[in-house]
């Protein structure tokens, strides 16, 4: 008798295939590309391994105790194979699985721990992430949504919320850490090379949840110095001069900060290097010159229930010189 039919057969391996389309992507936990994130992934492997064969070990008892010889059968009913098989056999496989978890799991926090990490604090806000730069100086920059840090160094970040719980899950290099009111919870990372990664809050938090994602920046420690360098800065003289006009006629400024600016709102993003960025209201858009228009427009059909109020009363002539003015924020 077949059993699987050749089409069924085909059905199961598109299905599967699709499944592992996602173990290769931007935010995939299968990625390991540091230390934390690859002794998960070994974790992983191993949990799913010995589950699977634990699992056709019980498939065979089971086909043993309805349809194998009798005397197979007696002796898996017998007192002695009740304890052997109900007790000793899951006590000592699920324990040597739960102390081995552990083993690999220190493992990986002793690897990244550092003396003198790179600080960086995170407050996740509904529903996008504040980023905070702390400098070795004491003195702090802001940014937002997307997190640069240097190859090869422990990166300790310090992670809160401004409401309610969220949780910073960037699966490429470490597993999720939840954000939780009145606390300072720690990560420690390290990218192993340059590359961008996304992450994405992993604990509802209300309307906008599932749009609230970020970017990681991996990049070689003399090129993230160069860029904190710049970040640091504050904006350049706004060359574009009706979109900064109409930016603070418009109370933009009110809530939003653009350093170097009389833009010093505190309740959204930092806007000082906006143009710069990878993407729009929290990997939501990408950072085109057309996405700003976009966004200031649309951004309650684009990302439901943000907290930005509608600006949908701009002409398109204003919408494109709010635009030219903020991709400018480089
Ligand atoms: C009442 C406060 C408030 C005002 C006023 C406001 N914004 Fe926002 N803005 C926000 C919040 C909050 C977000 C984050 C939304 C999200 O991603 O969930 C945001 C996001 C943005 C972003 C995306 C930033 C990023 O890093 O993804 C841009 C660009 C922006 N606002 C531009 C403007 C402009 C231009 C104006 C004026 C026309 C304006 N905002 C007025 C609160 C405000
Ligand atoms: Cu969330």
Redesign the pocket.
Known sequence: MKIISHGFLRLYLVIALTAMVGCEGEQSAFAGLGPVSSRITLLMWVMFIAAALITAFICLLIFISIAGPSRWRQKLSSEQGVVLGGIVFPVVTLSTLLIYGFMVLREGENLVHAENPVRISVVG????WRVIYLHDDGQTTES??EVHIPTGRTIELELSTADVIHSFWLPAYAGKVDMVPGRINKLHLIADKPGVVRGQCAEYCGG?HAL?AFYAVAMLPADYDAWLAKERSGAKPASEKEGER??FA???G???SVRGSRAN?E???D?TH?GG?L????G?LPNEPKS?AQ??SR?QTL?PE????P?DFFSESELQA?SAY?NALE
């Open positions: 806000e509904r529903w996008w937002a949504n906008a609230m109409l930016f418009s109370g933009c009110g809530c939003h709102g309740i959204g993003p806007l906006v960025r993407s729009l209201g929290a939501i700003f966004w200031i951004h990302k943000n907290l930005m109020p600006f709010l903020l």
